[in-house]
Structure formats: structure tokens, C-alpha cells
């Protein structure tokens, strides 16, 4: 029997347990083994650690020179290059995730911090070209308050990265909720973050359930902006969350996304971008691209190619260096998407690879990848997001009829376009109404290209240039430029 581990919250620069000593069980996606407990945060406990946040916010950090406050997070950078082996095994014992990918992830997620410290003394303010001659006004980007942000269980360092640094550029202090279903990573970030020396409450880092740790959090009345990433359910309780705090609100959320490729396509290219696309992190990415579409002048040459390319990937424990893919992270997702296939072939959809669960481990929730061809995409694997290895594949044969059908789903986050006609490629990347396209590759990320969705994926956009803005409120100031008295409000003329 391995041993569990015991993990503690990070509020006011503290380690504590909740306040009803209360814990979250935490499992092993690998054998469902419960590997640690964290603390079970309750009303009281959200309430230290956003009076905490506040408390830095008001007497520390918003008035630090951005420069200043740039140091520490290029210190958090350094913390996770020298720590990424660390950190990348607890998310893969955490998650699931392979530790090929969690490691490099948690190294080049260093970039994050220190591209958000660079702009952090680049924010200016403006002079406005106002009609009144004797005054001169100019508008400031000033913090907002206390950040609450929402973390999902996938891509916590990233997800977490893509706010906490912008929002600590910007002089706003953060309350970080993490997912009950892997809650150990940011809790070891935490310790990272001890490291650095940041000032007490300016990072709380807690873990609860959505209910009611996430509810007090996001209607708190001291939080000021809520960045949420999650799934489009959990959204509309955030929205109504804030209702309570009238918050600021940004939502990343999941996604269906489509790709297709023309008949003209550099074949090999594409078959390994939707290779990645899909079955990178076992297809539980927002942005997995796992609705294909493919010319019917190539479609069952194509086709063939693909699923001998998926019959090849390795599935297998996720701290094994030659595994390709591991185990989902949940038993719910597991049966979630075994509910979606049944419903899918009953309506006549033709499992082409996988489609059952794996043997690999009995505990585990291994999933192989599977490809399921569909006459149409209202079917339920081609129209509901699964957040797992399922390909769904349709034909078509013209360009106007496949920008209909790909914009034909209530998701907007990402699309990928397979072409080798220039001309092509440009008008069906206008044509798609999605937040990210990508052109003859897929699944990239980086600091400074800015990230999400439109439609039901969600409103705000996470990393890049602009998104530093959105921790930031305009403020005006008026100046009185004339020596004479202001007239008297009551007398005319
Ligand atoms: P989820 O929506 O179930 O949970 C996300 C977070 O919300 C968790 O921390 C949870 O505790 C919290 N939460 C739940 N109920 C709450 C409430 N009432 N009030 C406040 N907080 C509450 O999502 P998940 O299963 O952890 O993650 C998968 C989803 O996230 C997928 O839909 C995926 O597409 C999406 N996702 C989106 C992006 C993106 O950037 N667009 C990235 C990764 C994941």
C-alpha cells in the first residue's frame, strides 16, 4: 500500500489545513489509487485568504514600482526552470499526463513570467485631445483589486501562468483556486513561490470544490476580477457568481474543434498535426482538434493512413519514456465518453480504431485513441466536446460546404486548415468563426500569442500583448490648467 501524502493550503504566506479540518482525497489516474489529501477549503477559508489578498493589495504590492514587482516574477521563472522534473512528475502522478510533456510544459512555462515581467514597466497611460481649452486629462492604467482564478484539472501550471503573471505584473494580488480533481500541483508551486521571498498574501494558493469553495471565492465581496478556465457549465455559475461582486469576468472555456483538410494538403504534415492535435494528452486539451473533415477525392486514402498511424501510438503509464499517450484523468470522463460512442453508433457512426476501453491496467483509465466516422456532425461524438482520444471523421467535397459545416457547432476556441494553395488557406481561416486557426499546423502555444475563444468557448483573451489590459481599470484624471477661479455654478454667462 503506497503512502499518502498529506498536502497543506498557501494563504498569507502560511501552510495551513482548512479551517474544519476537513480533506480532499486525491486519486492516481494511473491505478485509482488515492495517492494524497489536500485540505478542504470552506466559506472561512476563502474568506482568509481573500482579506489576505487584499490586505497585500492595499499596503504592498499596488504601490511597488512595476519594476519591482518584475523581479519576483522573473524569480518564479527561474523556480520553475530548476524545479520543472519536479514539478512535471507531481502533475503526472497528479493528472495523468505523460511526464515527457509535463516536464518540458512546466520548464518552458518559465517563459510566461518573465515575458509578463518584461511588460510590466510598458503599460502606459494617455493624454486626451479634450474640448475644453483650460483643461488637460490623461488616463491611467491602474490594478484592479483582488484577482480569484479558476483553475480546470488539465494544464494547471499553464492555465495558472496565463493569469497570475499579468495579473502580479499589473500591481493585482491573486487567490488561486485549484481543481479538486488534481489539486497537488499548485500546492508544489506554492512552495516554489515561498522561495522567491514575494511579499505575504500577495499569492494564496487554496483548494476546495467548486461547491462551496469556488462559489465563496468568485462572490466574494472583496474580489474584484474572476479569471475562470473551465468547462462551459461551470461558467454560467461563475457569471452568476459575480453577480454578488459585480466583478470583472473572463471565461476560457472548452471547445469542439474543427479541422480540415483539402485534397491538395502536404499529407504527411497534416496527418501528424491531427495526430497531435487529437491524441496529444490522450485528447483532453480544450483546444483538441476532434472534428476532421476530409475532400472525398482523398478521404479513404487519407483516412487509411490515419488510423494506421493511430493503431500505432503507444498507450501505457505516463512516467514511461516511450508511452504516448496515458490514462484519462477521471473514471466520469472514462464513461462519459463511453456513453457518447454507444449513443453514436446506435445512430449508425462506424468505429474505424479503438472505441472500447483499454487493457493496459484494470485500475487505470486507459482509453485508446479511436476514430469514429460519422455520415453527419450532429451525431454525439462530433458535436459534444469529450475532452479524450475521439476522432470524429466526416467527408465533404466543396470549400463553401465545409466552412458551413465547421462553423456549424455552438464551440469557438480553436480550427486547423490543411492546404497547399496559399489562396485557399487564407479565405477559409477568415471564414471559420473561432478564436485561434491554425494553418497547416496545430497545437502551439506561446506567451506572446494571445489565447481563446469566441461563442460558447468563452470571452477575454489569455497571454500576448493586450491581454496584460485586462488587469488593468482605466483611470481619469482632470487638471485645471487656467489661473482664474472656476465660474460660479449658478451665475449665467
Ligand atoms: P470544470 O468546469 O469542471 O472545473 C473547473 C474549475 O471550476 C474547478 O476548479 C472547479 O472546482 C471549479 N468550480 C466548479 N463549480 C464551481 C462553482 N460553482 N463556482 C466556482 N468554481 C467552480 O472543468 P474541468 O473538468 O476541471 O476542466 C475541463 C474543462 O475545462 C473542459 O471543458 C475544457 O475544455 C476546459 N478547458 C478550457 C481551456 C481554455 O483555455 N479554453 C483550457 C483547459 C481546459
Not at 480569484?148 to 505584473?169: D, E, G, R, Y
Request: aromatic letters at 8%; charged letters at 25%.
Amino acid at each position: 500500500m503506497p503512502k499518502i501524502q498529506n498536502f497543506k493550503m498557501y494563504i498569507n504566506g502560511e501552510w495551513v489545513e482548512s479551517s474544519s479540518g476537513k480533506k480532499i482525497q486525491t486519486l492516481n489516474p494511473e491505478n485509482n489509487e488515492v495517492w494524497a489529501t489536500v485540505p478542504e477549503a470552506n466559506e472561512k477559508d476563502v474568506d482568509k485568504a481573500v482579506q489576505s489578498a487584499q490586505n497585500a493589495f492595499e499596503n504592498n504590492w499596488s504601490i511597488l514600482h512595476p519594476r519591482d514587482r518584475a523581479k519576483y516574477l522573473k524569480l518564479i521563472a527561474d523556480q520553475l526552470r530548476e524545479n520543472a522534473e519536479h514539478l512535471g512528475k507531481i502533475e503526472t502522478i497528479d493528472t495523468g499526463k505523460i511526464y515527457r510533456e509535463t516536464k518540458t510544459q512546466a520548464h518552458y512555462i518559465a517563459e510566461y513570467y518573465d515575458y509578463f515581467a518584461g511588460l510590466a514597466d510598458k503599460v502606459e497611460g494617455t493624454v486626451v485631445p479634450i474640448d475644453k481649452p483650460d483643461m488637460q486629462v490623461t488616463t491611467t492604467r491602474i490594478p484592479i483589486g483582488v484577482v480569484a482564478a479558476i483553475i480546470p484539472w488539465n494544464s494547471q501550471m499553464l492555465l495558472t501562468a496565463v493569469k497570475l503573471a499579468p495579473a502580479l505584473a499589473m500591481g493585482n494580488t491573486v487567490v488561486i483556486k485549484a481543481s479538486e480533481l488534481a489539486p497537488v500541483t499548485l500546492l508544489e508551486f506554492a512552495k516554489l513561490i515561498e522561495k522567491t521571498g514575494i511579499p505575504k498574501g500577495v499569492i494564496n494558493i487554496i483548494t476546495g470544490l467548486g461547491e462551496p469553495c469556488g462559489k465563496a471565492l468568485t462572490s466574494h465581496d472583496l474580489v474584484e476580477r474572476i479569471a475562470f478556465t473551465g468547462g462551459p457549465e461551470t461558467a454560467k455559475h461563475i457569471v452568476k457568481n459575480s453577480a454578488e461582486n459585480l466583478s470583472q469576468v473572463s471565461l476560457e472555456l472548452g471547445g469542439k474543434s474543427p479541422v480540415v483538410v483539402f485534397d491538395d494538403a502536404d499529407q504527411e504534415n497534416a496527418l501528424n498535426g491531427i495526430t497531435a492535435g487529437i491524441f496529444g494528452a490522450s485528447g483532453q486539451s480544450c483546444i483538441a482538434g476532434s472534428r476532421l473533415y476530409i475532400q472525398s477525392k482523398i478521404y479513404d486514402e487519407f483516412l487509411d493512413k490515419l488510423i494506421t498511424k493511430a493503431k500505432k501510438i503507444k498507450l501505457g503509464g505516463p512516467m514511461e519514456e516511450d508511452t504516448q499517450m496515458g490514462p484519462l484523468n477521471s473514471f466520469k470522463q472514462l464513461e462519459n465518453i463511453e456513453k457518447n460512442i454507444k449513443a453514436t453508433t446506435d445512430q449508425g457512426g462506424k468505429i474505424r480504431c479503438g472505441g472500447e476501453r483499454s487493457s493496459v491496467s484494470n485500475k487505470g483509465y486507459y482509453f485508446p485513441a479511436t476514430i469514429i466516422e460519422c455520415e453527419n456532425h450532429n451525431l454525439p461524438v462530433a458535436e459534444n466536446e469529450l475532452f479524450g482520444p475521439i476522432l470524429s471523421v466526416m467527408k465533404f467535397d466543396k470549400e463553401e460546404e465545409v466552412i458551413k459545416k465547421m462553423n456549424d457547432n455552438k464551440y469557438g476556441l480553436s480550427s486547423g486548415v490543411y492546404t497547399s494553395n496559399f489562396a485557399r488557406g487564407i479565405r477559409v481561416s477568415k471564414a471559420i468563426r473561432a478564436g485561434i486557426v491554425f494553418i497547416n499546423t496545430y497545437r502551439l502555444i506561446s506567451p506572446m500569442a494571445p489565447f481563446g475563444g469566441i461563442k460558447d468557448s468563452g470571452y477575454g483573451k489569455e497571454a500576448g500583448i493586450e491581454s496584460i489590459k485586462e488587469y488593468t481599470r482605466i483611470k481619469t484624471t482632470w487638471y485645471n490648467s487656467s489661473d482664474k477661479p472656476m465660474s460660479d455654478p449658478f451665475t449665467m454667462g
